[in-house]
């Protein structure tokens, strides 16, 4: 049981990994844009983050292997040292690319944020996230407290007391 316990606690701390909000804000300076990523653990406190200065125009470049691959297009940042791709906190933003492009193509804007709550499907995936993450949760401390409990030797002063 002990065993048991640890282990959902062990994929319940996995899935509050997996489950972050992410946000990705782009800033104009001069004629280039930077961008700064931050993934927050549910929601709230910042785990990860990652920045990427002077870029020129952004991509949707197919990855298809096959012309029966549904693979989506990736995002991919120009920068005047080459493209820019950053895997999955990039990637998450992908479904953004039109507001992306048009933010860098427009010099009268000065800043984009972008959340992944604005996508339904993200917002889906962190709410399963988190609901998956409180029931390994509950199951893992129940029973990791059974698997203590057996573990421990019997109280010799259980049922012995006044009734």
Known sequence: MVV????CLAGAGVLAWLGTLGTLQLTRSGATVNVVYQERIFGVYPIAGDRIDGILAVESVPTRTS???NSPNQMVFVTPSGPVN???SQQRFARSYVAIDTFIRDPSRSELVVRTTYDLWETMRFWAGQLGLLFLAAVGLFALSLGIKALLPPDPNAG???V
């Not at 048991?4 to 282990?7: A, E, H």
């Open 160 to 162: 012995i007391g006044p």
């Open 67 to 69: 012309t029966r691959s």
């Open 86 to 88: 950053r895997g999955l």
């Open 4 to 7: 048991l316990g640890v282990v």
